[in-house]
């Protein structure tokens, strides 16, 4: 992800280092060609525009101008401002609370929820959790057995639920089940559409209201860009997300979903997912995604 922008910040920096003194033409022209690469990248206008802003505003000012090392204070404020950008603070999951603490997943179909919703549980077991995965999906029984391959894969109970029965009974029971077998986290895998739609918004809400999660988090198909973030819009519209995970990161050679959710969506996202392998998830680091894209 990012190696395109990487590319084009790099060389905008070189310049930049490359003259003694700086002149305000060179800081202009130098956010000018940051702010086409972002747009390049698929970062939201508005975003690309607020960010490049917020530079102008501290990299005109007399601190950088009449330092010795101007470019160098730029290349730092850019750095500052994009791990801003991408969220400030790295994000924690949020577990703490009553026991079996439940965390929702959802997400339109084919955005990776049920492998995010593994690899969530793999890690968790990692830690020393003793997670329960439950397929809250009563339309698609092919998810439901991907779960439970998936469970029976990386060691993890999947609660085993009746086809056709009313989700909402089903995560209420599948919260039982998860007191009565001393599992210390839920994680609900949820009901996916091909869009976003109004009876999966009520049957989302409805489960939300029943079973209180600690966190609803967002899958999110970062190869789809600026979709993502339109998605995200509408789920956080319907269900206060707490949080987003971006999938299908190492295959998104532009990046913009991962740019622009926090300003759009003011969520903090929590996870990437990075590879089909159930292993492939990363907790979100906005710091050391700036640097790394910063190069
Ligand atoms: P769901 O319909 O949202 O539950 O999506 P699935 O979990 O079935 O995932 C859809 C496809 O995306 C599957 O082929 C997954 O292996 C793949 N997938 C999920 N997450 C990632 C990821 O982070 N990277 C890549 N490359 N593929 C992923």
New binding site residues.
């Given amino acids: 992800m990012f190696d395109r922008l990487s590319d084009k910040l790099g060389k905008v920096f070189k310049k930049l280092k490359g003259h003694g003194k700086l002149t305000e033409a060179n800081i202009q022209e130098a956010l000018r060609e940051v702010r086409l690469a972002l747009l390049e990248a698929d970062v939201h206008y508005k975003v690309a525009k607020t960010f490049i802003d917020r530079i102008r505003e501290r990299a005109l000012g007399q601190e950088v101008m009449t330092s010795l090392t101007p470019g160098q204070q730029v290349v730092k404020i850019v750095h500052d401002e994009l791990a801003a950008l991408l969220g400030g603070e790295a994000p924690r999951l949020e577990l703490g609370g009553k026991t079996p603490v439940a965390l929702m997943l959802v997400?339109?179909?084919?955005?990776?929820?049920?492998?995010?919703?593994a690899?969530l549980a793999l890690y968790l077991k990692k830690q020393g959790r003793q997670p329960l995965l439950a397929p809250v999906d009563t339309q698609r029984p092919a998810?439901i057995e991907?779960l439970h391959r998936l469970g029976a894969e990386i060691g993890v109970d999947v609660y085993r639920s009746q086809p056709q029965q009313n989700p909402v009974a089903l995560a209420s029971e599948a919260m039982a089940a998860a007191v009565a077998k001393g599992h210390d986290v839920l994680l609900l895998?949820t009901a996916?559409r091909l869009h976003v739609d109004a009876p999966l918004m009520a049957e989302l809400q409805a489960i939300k209201a029943d079973v209180g999660p600690a966190e609803i988090l967002l899958?999110a198909?970062a190869m789809t860009g600026q979709d993502a973030v339109a998605v995200a819009q509408n789920f956080h519209e319907a269900l206060d997300l707490t949080g987003v995970i971006l999938?299908?990161?190492?295959?998104d050679a532009r990046g913009g979903a991962a740019l622009s959710m926090r300003t759009v969506v003011n969520k903090p996202i929590k996870f990437?997912?990075?590879?089909?392998k159930l292993d492939?998830?990363e907790v979100f680091h906005p710091d050391r995604l700036a640097s790394r894209i910063l190069g």
């Fill in positions: 997400g339109l179909q084919g955005s990776g929820k049920t492998t995010t919703a690899k998810a991907q895998d996916g899958v198909d999938t299908k990161v190492e295959g990437l997912g990075v590879g089909e492939a998830l």
